[in-house]
């Protein structure tokens, strides 16, 4: 059977985790971060030998679609499907398969965060696609499970049978028995020690038909929004899809749907996977020295280890400093213990306060 | 008695010691660190209640010399001298005191350097009157020493006799015993501990004439240079004052005069000093919050304290970080642990070796 296989780019993502490099108008997902291009650009471009440009599909709000505009000017402009207003992934999920259940019910959704970092490609596009065939042919929900390297608290673990179900192209997959929202630390040590769990990576795959009957039958709330998606998309009717995606309740797709589907499989990834989810992932992603230090722009370390450094273009010297965040982008400078980068949002946060009557001159989140 | 004091304001320092603000074409003199206006202005501006400007001379290179135009330029061109080569302070302070000596034999002249951070002016200039009219009054050498702090190992020591010889508008002034070289470590305890040595701080006063006088006794070596020097000085002779200066021996005025001439007296400084040594000493000078950060530009620190960080009219993010020096300059960044700011000089060395072949396209030195 030749599969039909369709990519939606989740890419309405708002991240602030990157401050100072992030900013509301440029999230991670337009940010060379993680290579030379932008994290968007290098998500489709793994994606382009197994699936053309006309068959992907990026989700992402009005002002986000300019962007993505810019970014990906060789892909059809309808493929850039609008969000009219933020409401969490289901409803945009709602939309992205409706829109590609018009062309084909029986085509294959593959949902994509565009904003991870996944090496090497060739190997994703391989288990992607015996994904897709296990989606397709067993006409179920599929999801991918990264196996997880340390009992992390900041994602959500996938629970599946220990046995695979079955195997597609040699790699196996496995029934899931529950999805747990992000544990404490207690806890993701108990899943990270049963071996059986997986983190939640928030790629999907399903049959446009299969999620419109899963979707009905698990999460009725949402059966009179898929209605309405689909006729008003048919008809061309803009205002009516935006309608219909207001109506639908804000909830995210695990949530809405996965959670409460039967029969849902996991693949556990082969591939080497990173959510880049604050800067000090970047030491795992970018080249280090031999005192571990990893930087853009040319630096100078007398003395220094375990620092990530993001200066490009220009120089930075570092002496007898460990483990530290340094991001200079020319109107602020980020100088952060490598272990408490997840707090730049409360420098944002306090930013944000300070707004009113600030003496500062710039747009600084 | 009326003095006619004249003020040399040493300005040819090539100070490395706070890169990457300081560059060769912008030693410390010429920069703002310790307040609004450059070292060098602050240093005149202290004086100018007691000295008029047509009485305030700079001695430095030529490159520097067109620098200090700018910054002074209500000064009248023909004091500010130049030295037509690098020959450390003897011989500078022969063309200094031999070009006041044409105009009043008998004037005062007060050596200092442009780069020391002296609070508080009206104290300073009380005390330094003081020392003019014990020079002038008894014909000698006069210097003031810095009260030790710390057994630092970085000054030379001045020991004096543990009574004072005399007062001067009431400060005492002490006989010199000897003048010692930097120690190491424990000999500098022991001068702490001994209560009779007080830093050289390389402020000195002497009567021109007192001057000549003691050089042709002590120092028999510069009564050539002396005697050339005055000769084209009187003839207005810039070339034969060049030729003059180049033939004396490249000697500190330390070496070649004050530590062999007879009946110096030291002036225990009562006002607050600081030379202003490296991006440390800053902590002590720049207001500090009640962490104990200091900074140029604004900041927000979340649990990080006693940093010092220089990034005017940007904004600056401290996350979990302790005693750091960050110093941002748009082509180059600094970020050092507090206690090795001393090895900036190392980060110029490699800059320097560097440079041939380099990448880097800025003169970062």
């Known amino acids: 059977m030749k599969l039909d296989i369709r990519v939606v780019v989740m890419a309405g993502g708002s991240g602030t985790r990157f ?141 599946a049978a220990a046995k695979p179900a079955g195997r597609v192209n040699g790699f196996p997959y496995h029934e899931v028995r529950s999805f747990e929202e992000k544990p404490p630390l207690e806890r993701a040590r108990r899943f990270v020690r049963a071996g059986t769990y997986t983190w939640n990576s928030g790629m999907f795959i399903w049959r446009a038909d299969v999620f419109a009957g899963k979707l009905k039958r698990h999460s009725p709330e949402y059966a009179p929004g898929w209605d309405r998606m689909l006729a008003a998309l048919r008809k061309d009717d803009r205002r009516a899809a935006n309608a219909a995606f207001k109506t639908m309740p804000a909830k995210s797709i695990d949530y809405a749907l996965m959670e409460k589907a039967s029969g849902v499989l996991v693949l556990p990834a082969r591939f080497g996977w990173s959510d880049v989810g604050a800067w000090s992932s970047l030491l795992d992603v970018w080249p280090r020295d031999e005192r571990g230090n990893t930087a853009r722009g040319e630096i100078l370390a007398l003395d220094a280890s375990g620092n990530l450094i993001y200066n490009p273009g220009r120089f930075t010297a570092l002496i007898g400093v460990d483990n530290l965040i340094v991001v200079e982008t020319g109107d602020a400078l980020l100088v952060c213990r490598r272990d408490q980068d997840q707090r730049v949002k409360d420098v944002l946060a306090n930013l944000k306060r300070r707004k009113k009557g600030s003496r500062l001159h710039f747009p600084l989140f």
């Open 19 to 159: 401050w100072p490099l992030s900013r509301g108008s440029r999230p991670k997902q337009f940010l060379p971060i993680a290579g030379e291009r932008s994290m968007l650009e290098e998500t489709v471009e793994r994606l382009l030998p197994l699936v053309p440009a006309r068959k992907i599909f990026t989700v992402a709000d009005a002002a986000k679609t300019r962007t993505i505009r810019r970014l990906l000017p060789g892909f059809p402009a309808r493929n850039l499907l609008v969000e009219p207003e933020g409401r969490n992934t289901a409803p945009s999920l709602v939309l992205a398969t409706a829109r590609i259940h018009l062309d084909n019910p029986e085509a294959v959704v593959v949902v994509l965060p565009s904003d991870h970092l996944i090496r090497p490609a060739d190997l994703f596009r391989r288990q992607l696609e015996a994904g897709c065939r296990a989606a397709a042919e067993r006409g179920v929900l599929v999801t991918f499970g990264i196996p997880p390297t340390f009992p992390s608290t900041g994602y959500g673990y996938i629970k």
